[in-house]
Nanobody, 117 residues
Framework: QVQLVESGGGLVQPGGSLRLSCAAS????????MSWVRRAPGKGLEWVSD????????TYADSVKGRFTISRDNAKNTLYLRMNDLLPEDTAVYYC??????????WGQGTQVTVSS
């Protein structure tokens, strides 16, 4: 079955950086577009970024454009999200999801990112 396991979250000060990873198994990773989504405290699910199956095309939410970078390593079945210049409003549980924006059908258990001084 599909398994998506996120890691790399934590507590970071405003302006800091983190890199999230998502280890995928149970499906042909290189055949699927992938997304990162997040849920902030008390809010709904927000799409953050997606990447096509080959890794050559990426899109970002306006709120993270220029600060976050999505990438993938199909040889390692792993999805990444590099987050720079983190803001308190980036505090959320981050999930990787199988599928492009608004079309994901599986996601992981999430990793907590807290941006606070």
């Amino acid at each position: 079955q599909v398994q998506l396991v996120e890691s790399g979250g934590g507590l970071v000060q405003p302006g800091g950086s983190l890199r999230l990873s998502c280890a995928a198994s149970g499906f042909t990773f290189s055949s699927f577009d992938m997304s990162w989504v997040r849920r902030a405290p008390g809010k709904g699910l927000e799409w953050v970024s997606d990447i096509n199956n080959g890794g050559g095309s990426t899109t970002y939410a306006d709120s993270v454009k220029g600060r976050f970078t999505i990438s993938r390593d199909n040889a390692k079945n792993t999805l990444y999200l590099r987050m720079n210049d983190l803001l308190p409003e980036d505090t959320a549980v981050y999930y990787c999801a199988k599928g492009p924006r608004d079309s994901y059908d599986d996601w992981g258990q999430g990793t907590q990112v807290t941006v606070s001084s």
